[in-house]
């Protein structure tokens, strides 16, 4: 079945770093794009970045410059390195796999930007 897995969420204080990997089973991993999403409580669910199957990304305005997506094809796996953090970039975090009409999405992972 299919699975994606994301790990490496916690409690950082304002300007750290973080992190969060994405372990996908289950689908051909190299021919997906992979996203991640974040979802603050009581905001809808918004696009933080998303990288194509050639390695290509992107990010919204907001956290360009201060986070980088990435894959390994090999291991299976996104990863979102998060660096500079800010108070508003606490949110639930989700991995997402998309091909064509297929789309999953994993469990979630919290982040907590905090003083």
């Known amino acids: 079945q299919v699975q994606l897995v994301e790990s490496g969420g916690g409690l950082v204080q304002p300007g750290g770093s973080l992190r969060l990997s994405c372990a996908a089973s289950?689908?051909?991993?190299?021919?997906?794009?992979m996203a991640w999403y974040r979802q603050a409580p009581g905001k809808q669910r918004e696009l933080v970045a998303t990288?194509?199957?050639?390695?290509?990304?992107n990010y919204v305005d907001s956290v360009k410059g201060r986070f980088t997506i990435s894959r390994d094809n090999s291991k299976k796996t996104v990863y979102l390195q998060m660096n500079s953090l800010k108070p508003e970039d606490t949110a639930v975090y989700y991995c997402?796999?998309?091909?064509?009409?297929?789309?999953?999405w994993g469990q979630g992972t919290q982040v907590t930007v905090s003083s």
């Open positions: 997402k796999g998309s091909q064509w009409q297929y789309e999953y």
């Open positions: 289950g689908f051909t991993f190299s021919i997906y794009t």
């Open positions: 990288i194509t199957s050639g390695g290509s990304p």
